[in-house]
């Protein structure tokens, strides 16, 4: 990317882009490391970072993706990402999701607000998802119930259920009309 000169600064394109999305997730640190002390764990930058992404993004992310962003503003291993990631799931702030790639996508389990998320209670995300066969942006979706009637064979307990509806997204949907 070429800079350009503007004024007496130089605007570098890809630079601001990078600081945009460092952006969209600091407002949420504060939040993050309020709910996790509420929360009575041990505060850690990368734990904070990627809790603060988690509840800034509107779509699954992948651990590449947070580990990305977390690159965008601190030096982070993938490592200690993916660990964060993985920790939040097993204290039920998030979900995990499954995809045909073969790569976990990673969800808040609740809204972004601390007050709503302590409400919820660890693996409450018995929800359907939606996954974008152009883009693969992913989404949860509330509204469709996985309340399934269905009958296991003698001794087999499930341990969830993942219901996965595959299309195309408004966005994609756009750029095909």
């Given at each position: 990317?070429?800079a350009?000169?503007?004024?007496?600064?130089f605007?570098?394109?890809?630079?601001?882009?990078?600081f945009?999305m460092?952006?969209?997730f600091?407002?949420?640190?504060?939040?993050?490391?309020l709910?996790?002390?509420e929360?009575?764990?041990?505060?850690?930058?990368?734990?904070?970072?990627?809790?603060a992404?988690l509840?800034?993004?509107?779509h699954?992310?992948?651990?590449?993706?947070?580990?990305f962003?977390?690159?965008t503003?601190?030096?982070?291993d993938?490592v200690?990402?993916?660990?964060?990631?993985e920790?939040?799931t097993?204290?039920g702030?998030?979900?995990r999701?499954?995809?045909?790639?073969?790569?976990w996508?990673?969800?808040?389990?609740a809204p972004?607000?601390?007050?709503?998320?302590?409400?919820?209670?660890?693996h409450?995300?018995e929800?359907?998802h939606f996954?974008?066969?152009?883009c693969?942006?992913?989404?949860?979706?509330?509204?469709?119930?996985?309340?399934?009637?269905?009958?296991?064979?003698?001794?087999?307990?499930p341990?969830e259920?993942d219901?996965?509806?595959?299309g195309v997204?408004?966005a994609?949907?756009?750029v095909?009309?």
């Open positions: 990317m070429k350009h000169y503007t004024g007496t600064l605007f570098n394109a890809k630079l601001f882009l990078d945009l460092a952006v969209r600091l407002d949420q640190l504060t939040a993050a490391e709910l996790l002390r929360k009575g764990e041990r505060i850690t930058q990368p734990r904070v970072a990627v809790l992404i509840m800034s993004s509107e699954a992310a992948s651990h590449l993706d947070v580990a962003e977390i690159s503003f601190k030096v982070v993938r200690t990402v993916y660990r964060v990631l920790w939040l097993q204290l702030l998030a979900h999701i499954a995809c045909d790639d073969r790569v996508r990673f969800m808040l389990n972004s607000s601390p007050k709503k998320l302590e409400q919820k209670q660890p409450e995300h929800h359907a996954t974008c066969i152009q693969g942006h992913m989404s949860c979706l509330e509204s469709v119930s996985t309340k399934l009637q269905f009958q296991l064979p003698k001794g087999y307990k341990n259920i219901l996965m509806i595959r997204c408004a994609c949907t756009k095909v009309a």
